[in-house]
């Protein structure tokens, strides 16, 4: 079985300051690793994923992660954010053997001006 | 565009009443999951569905069932609303059979509120 754990719920941060929200994961069988995002009042939306290959992946709108084996997390940064950021964020992981895909609590971003 | 809608965005009902919520994708898309998402507990599978009549419990089934009669549509039930089932139901959509690598694609959401 997979778990996630996102370790904060929230994170404020000023426009174009770095950020980084955490996501640690428990599995027992390889996985392949994914962030969501939501934007207000919209679905989900995939961001970035990890399947196999370069631990370091990267996302179209400058958000990357990096799958570290050992320390079991998959952490999604920014450089520099924009007040568009804000949303909410969910870290997901699937058992390369299994079906399901499990998702963690989500962190909420706000970026202030 | 690749598309997955749910029929209502928001929806009232009282305790006891029996509701349906909708949810079509127009991408042939194999794979069709109901989630609930509460603050705090992310999202929760309740039930999914690897093709058409075929159904498998997620790991919040109780007081919930679905009915999948085509391929691009995918029904939740709720037998007998109560206050408890108030949540935001997304439904998502999955290419491949066994394809945990692809993406899900998302519905807007439900908010339901049962009072």
């Known amino acids: 079985a997979q778990s996630v754990t996102q370790l904060d719920s929230q994170v404020p941060v000023f426009e174009e300051a770095p950020v980084e929200l955490r996501c640690n994961y428990s599995s027992s069988v390889s996985v392949y690793l994914f962030w969501y995002v939501q934007y207000p009042n919209q679905g989900l939306q995939l961001l970035l994923k990890y399947l196999s290959g370069s631990t370091l992946v990267e996302s179209i709108n400058g958000f990357e992660a990096e799958f570290n084996k050992s320390q079991t997390s998959f952490h999604l940064r920014k450089p520099s954010v924009h007040i568009s950021d804000t949303a909410e964020y969910f870290c997901?992981?699937?058992?390369?053997?299994?079906?399901?895909?499990?998702f963690g609590a989500g962190t909420r971003l706000f970026v202030k001006a | 565009d690749v598309k997955v809608t749910q029929s209502s965005r928001y929806l009232v009902k009282r305790t006891g009443e029996k509701v349906f919520l909708e949810c079509v994708q127009d991408?042939?898309?194999?794979?069709m999951f109901w989630y609930r998402q509460d603050p705090g507990l992310g999202l929760r599978l309740i039930y999914f569905?690897?093709?058409?009549?075929?159904?498998e419990k997620g790991d919040i089934p109780e007081g919930y069932s679905v009915s999948r009669e085509k391929k691009e549509r995918f029904s939740l039930i709720l037998e007998s609303a109560s206050t408890n089932q108030t949540s935001m139901y997304l439904c998502?959509?999955?290419?491949?059979?066994?394809?945990?690598?692809?993406?899900?694609?998302f519905g807007p959401g439900t908010r339901l509120t049962v009072l």
């Open positions: 998502a959509s999955r290419r491949g059979r066994d394809s945990l690598w692809n993406e899900q694609f």
């Open positions: 569905s690897y093709d058409v009549k075929m159904k």
């Open positions: 991408m042939d898309h194999e794979n």
């Open positions: 997901a992981v699937s058992g390369t053997g299994g079906f399901k895909t499990i």
